[in-house]
């Protein structure tokens, strides 16, 4: 996991605001969202233990890298993004199911 994904991911467990270079933390009222070049790209609700992510029309290595550091992170590496054929699968628990879209997953 590369240092930016790392901070970016302790943020938001810490409920702290972070920025660096083209990766953003903000979080308020119990919610840390995630910003990738201004893009949101995940949210945090702490109180419901709830993530939700999108890659917002965005499927790039650094996209899927920043949201595998985040949920590897939170769900303690119990889930994840792959890719195969430039078409994105998220894995939660027992089912793999396509992202190829922009809609928003939660985990």
Do not use: P
């Not at 590369?2 to 083209?22: G, H, M, P, Y």
């Not at 499927?59 to 899927?64: A, E, I, P």
Request: hydrophobic share 30%; net charge positive.
């Amino acid at each position: 996991m590369r240092k930016i994904t790392e901070l970016t991911a302790q943020a938001v467990v810490n409920k702290e605001n972070f920025k660096c270079d083209n990766t953003k933390v903000v979080t308020e009222r119990g919610i840390s969202k995630v910003y990738l070049h201004n893009n949101l790209i995940a949210k945090y609700n702490h109180s419901r233990d709830k993530l939700s992510i999108t890659h917002a029309g965005w499927k790039t290595n650094t996209t899927k890298e920043r949201l595998n550091g985040l949920i590897s992170t939170i769900r303690s590496g119990r889930d994840g993004i792959s890719q195969s054929k430039g078409v994105w699968y998220l894995k939660t628990n027992d089912k793999t199911i396509s992202i190829d879209d922009e809609k928003w997953f939660s985990l």
